[in-house]
């Protein structure tokens, strides 16, 4: 009978072993952790307690680990694969975008043979939009009422001309904007407009480069004209 029960252990041994036995080790991290956690399994059940065998709980949430860690790193792989495709996306719409004007958060207006534009973003709805052009001194050259508006974008022009209507000069001159409704104040924000001539990977992210204007990223775009 004991010579029973010791040609079944060496035989449980032998097939214990072979799950850990040698064997090309692969360099994935994942396998390399899974290894660690079957030798160290292989090692409890050699050495348990006849009258006090391993739990079957113990083990399913040993083996558990192996398959949250295995999930975990394949997990990280799809989302990999998914960025990759997102920026992909991303750099044809970019690219798209080249020669085309759009609208970013900034109050610069360029004036050019008597045609410029710009724009103002209302986060409500407004009963007054009030967009007021500035020279390079800061004074106030031409003021636009734009009446009521809801809550968006909303695009102006500028002629070039003064309040008297004195034509200015080309050039970069500045805009405020602000918003009222009911008396009180509505938060407007002041738009840009740009052309955009390239575009740049940064960091894993695509830059607009829109000129004079600068740089913005492709989520800075408020609007394309």
């Not at 396998?31 to 399994?41: A, E, H, M, N, S």
């Not at 992909?88 to 020669?99: E, N, R, S, T, W």
């Not at 939009?129 to 106030?140: E, I, M, S």
Request: hydrophobic residues 40%; aromatic residues 4%.
């Amino acid at each position: 009978m004991a010579s029973v029960q010791n040609t079944t252990s060496t035989q449980g041994n032998d097939y214990l072993a072979s799950l850990t036995g040698g064997g090309n080790k692969s360099s994935s991290v994942t396998d390399q952790i899974q290894d660690r956690f079957l030798k160290l399994l292989t090692t409890q059940l050699k050495n348990q307690d006849p009258l006090n065998p391993l739990d079957n709980a113990q083990m399913t949430s040993q083996l558990a680990q192996i398959n949250t860690i295995s999930g975990i790193e394949k997990m990280n792989t799809t989302l990999g694969k998914m960025l990759d495709v997102y920026n992909a996306g991303q750099g044809m719409q970019a690219a798209g975008l080249i020669g085309k004007y759009v609208l970013v958060a900034g109050s610069n207006i360029a004036l050019a043979n008597g045609q410029s534009a710009g724009g103002v973003q209302l986060k409500e709805a407004a009963d007054q939009v009030t967009v007021n052009v500035l020279d390079g001194a800061g004074n106030v050259v031409q003021s636009q009422q734009l009446g009521a508006h809801d809550a968006g974008n909303i695009a102006f022009s500028w002629d070039g001309k003064k309040s008297d209507g004195t034509q200015m000069p080309n050039g970069n001159y500045r805009f405020s904007v602000s918003a009222v409704r009911g008396g009180n104040k509505v938060e407007a924000t002041a738009l840009q407009v740009g052309m955009v001539n390239a575009v740049t990977r940064n960091n894993g992210s695509f830059l607009l480069d829109l000129g004079s204007a600068g740089q913005f990223s492709f989520a800075d775009v408020q609007q394309i004209i």
